[in-house]
Antibody, heavy 124, light 104 residues
Framework: QVQLVQSGAEVKKPGASVKVSCKASGYSFTGYYMHWVRQAPGQRLEWMGW????????NYAQKSQGRVTMTRDKSIRTVYMELSRLKSDDTAVYYCARDLGWEGTAYYYGMDVWGQGTTVTVSS | EIVLTQSPGTLSLSPGERATLSCRASQSVSSNYLAWYQQKLGQAPRLLIY???SRATGVPDRFSGSGSGTDFTLTISRLEPEDFAVYYCQQYGSSFGQGTRLEI
């Protein structure tokens, strides 16, 4: 079945970096964009950006630009999200989510399969 | 950046009742890009509606989406106990609304 499995919880100090992984299975890894979305405690969802696993092209939300880097390793069907210069308000659950993508000749816009989430805590 | 504002913030209803949730955009949004998600406590979001009105795979037909331009609506025709959750609208590749909490 289609599945996204994320890496485990992280605790980091302010100023450090964190790299979260998301391993895909059950579908064509290079056929669907992958998004990253985060949610701080008690807050709304926040879209961070997407990566095209085929080309490696990325599109980051304006707020994320300069601190976020999304990469992929096609050989192990895994995408990564690295966030640098961490601050306390980066404390959140980070999700990867697969794009709906193409069905036949039509493109559909949404995120239909989600990872289980990775808790990142930034604390001194 | 387009801002999505959802109302009401909290909606208190009983099983069997009809729920109407609103999502208003600060500028016109293509219907193709408007999606609705359901999130239960401690869980990842679940895609309900994409393209403003298309149900995602496996979503019961009591869920429906409508709207265009700046005003979009998610309707749940007859609430089931499992429908009590937080609902978010999103413009694809951009921001989410602040959510509507649907409570019993």
């Amino acid at each position: 079945q289609v599945q996204l499995v994320q890496s485990g919880a992280e605790v980091k100090k302010p100023g450090a970096s964190v790299k979260v992984s998301c391993k895909a299975s059950g579908y064509s890894f290079t056929g669907y964009y992958m998004h990253w979305v985060r949610q701080a405690p008690g807050q709304r969802l926040e879209w961070m950006g997407w990566i095209n696993p085929n080309s490696g092209d990325t599109n980051y939300a304006q707020k994320s630009q300069g601190r976020v880097t999304m990469t992929r390793d096609k050989s192990i069907r895994t995408v990564y999200m690295e966030l640098s210069r961490l601050k306390s308000d980066d404390t959140a659950v980070y999700y990867c989510a697969r794009d709906l993508g193409w069905e036949g000749t039509a493109y559909y816009y949404g995120m239909d399969v989600w990872g289980q989430g990775t808790t990142v805590t930034v604390s001194s | 950046e387009i801002v999505l504002t959802q109302s009401p913030g909290t909606l208190s209803l009983s099983p069997g009742e009809r729920a109407t949730l609103s999502c208003r955009a600060s500028q016109s949004v293509s219907s193709n890009y408007l999606a609705w998600y359901q999130q239960k406590l401690g869980q990842a979001p679940r895609l309900l509606i994409y393209g403003a009105s298309s149900r995602a795979t496996g979503v019961p037909d009591r869920f429906s989406g409508s709207g265009s331009g700046t005003d979009f609506t998610l309707t749940i025709s007859r609430l089931e106990p499992e429908d009590f959750a937080v609902y978010y609208c999103q413009q694809y590749g951009s921001s989410f609304g602040q959510g509507t909490r649907l409570e019993i």
